[in-house]
């Protein structure tokens, strides 16, 4: 029997018991009143027989023909009001006792009700209890799709949120399916680009040996900005595909900072740019120290281009209970306000980029952080200079 079909019986059964005890408890009253009646008649009739026996007959047949009326119809007499008389002054006999019985009746209809209300509202709030949680495992990723099927006044909400949840999952697993086969075109598209790539710097390496050219220079440069347009899709495929290997370790800020200014330590010198790197104690989190150290490569690199020569990179860092916080700014002019809101999309290069970048960096950047559990943003400092905010969290 289904949870509908048992609410329904049992409501119906509560009903019927409540109008056959009000039946009952009429038929009481009537029976009551019609033996309170018999005894007020038959009082009043003794004590004038027993006062004025000679009116006996009379009486008798004045109760008769009372009798016959009240069988046939009943209709009200105000005789005694014409002597004074009113109804204040008679003892009908209240009967007290079925009184009580309809208060404790009535209390216990009442009871019934509250109870049939606590009951429904319990049963409710388990079912919403029960989808909210089936809803919470698949936001989770806890368990399948499948939910129990039940007969209730949320059966079609139920059958509705099922197929929703079926409905993203098959729309999940074709945009996994798509993101996978994206991530291995790009892979395969930067696998292609290699061969050619290292043929072309082979034969440029032997066209410098053998003769000067002014335009070898510039062959060079191109080839390098293929290079790294290879290395930066051979990363992003790995990203898309899931399949980027990061450790979960502690990772000291100041050193990470640290490492990573090094590493550009030839390119800013060339530029003339230092980077400001203060030392505000032991701030951790858990991450991946070599790719987080590619986040803030290619963040500095941003800021490195941006920045006249003998300008310097800022850094700043905290902590607290929730996350690790990051500060990285320059004191050039700033992101244009149109440039905004596209700095982390791949391949944008705004109207302020400088150099033969691919517009790839930041993006990479972002993803490198947000695989570990980061977050990052941009905007222009009040005083001049662009500002990259990054937070690593603790859970």
């Not at 006062?51 to 007499?77: C, N």
């Not at 335009?215 to 990363?235: A, F, G, K, P, V």
């Not at 990179?313 to 500060?327: K, T, W």
Request: with cysteine.
């Amino acid at each position: 029997m289904s949870e509908r079909i048992k609410r329904s019986t049992l409501l119906y059964f509560l009903i019927a018991t409540v109008f056959v005890g009000a039946g009952i408890i009429s038929a009481l009253f009537i029976q009551k009143y019609r033996h309170i009646e018999y005894e007020q008649i038959s009082e009043f009739c003794e004590i004038a027989v027993e006062r004025y026996p000679e009116i006996e007959s009379q009486m008798l047949a004045a109760l008769k023909d009372y009798h016959s009326e009240s069988r046939q119809e009943t209709h009200s007499s105000n005789y005694l009001e014409r002597y004074g008389y009113r109804v204040e002054e008679f003892n009908t006999g209240v009967p007290y006792n079925l009184l009580f019985l309809l208060f404790c009746y009535s209390l216990l209809i009442v009871c019934i009700f509250v109870m049939i209300e606590r009951v429904f509202r319990k049963s409710n709030r388990s079912r919403i209890a029960e989808l909210t949680d089936y809803l919470e495992r698949i936001n989770t990723g806890d368990g399948g799709i499948l939910i129990q099927a039940k007969e209730d006044d949320y059966s079609h909400l139920q059958d509705e949120i099922y197929k929703t949840v079926t409905s993203m999952y098959q729309t999940r697993e074709s945009a996994v399916a798509a993101k996978k086969n994206y991530a291995e075109n790009l892979a395969n598209i930067a696998h292609q680009l290699k061969t050619p790539i290292t043929a072309a710097s082979l034969s440029l390496q032997l066209l410098k040996n053998e003769t000067e050219n002014v335009h070898t220079d510039h062959i060079e440069n191109q080839l390098e900005r293929l290079n790294r347009l290879e290395e930066s899709l051979l990363m992003i495929s790995r990203i898309d595909a899931g399949s980027l290997p990061l450790k979960h370790e502690t990772v000291d800020l100041y050193t990470a900072l640290s490492l990573a200014a090094d590493n550009l330590r030839d390119l800013l010198d060339r530029c003339g740019v230092s980077i400001e790197i203060p030392e505000n104690g032991c701030i951790e989190f858990c991450g991946d120290l070599e790719w987080i150290m590619e986040a803030f490569i290619n963040l500095f690199k941003n800021c490195m281009e941006h920045s006249k020569a003998g300008a310097t990179i800022h850094c700043d860092y905290s902590g607290n209970p929730l996350y690790a916080e990051i500060r990285i700014w320059d004191d050039g002019e700033g992101f244009d306000p149109e440039d905004l809101p596209h700095l982390f999309e791949r391949f944008y290069r705004g109207k302020t980029a400088v150099g033969n970048g691919i517009g790839i960096g930041l993006a990479l950047a972002k993803s490198i952080i947000e695989l570990q559990n980061g977050t990052i943003s941009a905007y222009n400092r009040p005083d001049a200079g662009a500002c990259f905010d990054i937070r690593m969290y603790c859970h």
